[in-house]
């Protein structure tokens, strides 16, 4: 399975982004996705993540209000739109998949990830 995002970039505070993630290889109708950030030295975060069973997505505290995640399972793709980014989202966000879909929280394990895309808000 390879996982592709996309949708990166540079944004001022208070901008847009919207991240896909594009699954090839099989079908990840079955799999909870999730979206995880990395900044600078700080360790990678779950920022959200959604079940394939459906029910309500989850999210990180400093995140809740302002980033929705989604999922197109006949486009085997997911998504996250950011709104009123901060420069505290300053990060490379990877997408990721788990076939251990624990419905809903932080995903506790990574079966596939993706490559990476760098979002930086600045000032």
């Known amino acids: 399975v390879q996982l592709q995002a996309s949708g990166g970039g540079l944004v001022q505070t208070g901008g847009s982004l919207r991240l896909s993630c594009a699954a090839s290889?099989?079908?990840?109708?079955?799999?909870?996705m999730g979206w995880f950030r990395q900044a600078p030295g700080k360790e990678r975060e779950c920022v959200a993540s959604?079940?394939?069973?459906?029910?309500?997505?989850y999210y990180i505290d400093s995140v809740k209000g302002r980033f929705t995640i989604s999922r197109d399972n006949a486009k085997n793709t997911v998504y996250l739109q950011m709104n009123s980014l901060k420069p505290e989202d300053t990060a490379v966000y990877y997408c990721a998949a788990d076939n251990n879909d624990i419905g809903s929280g932080p995903m506790p394990s990574v079966d596939f990830w993706g490559q990476g895309t760098q979002v930086t808000v600045s000032s």
């Open positions: 290889g099989r079908t990840l109708r079955w799999y909870m």
């Open positions: 959604i079940s394939w069973r459906g029910g309500s997505p």
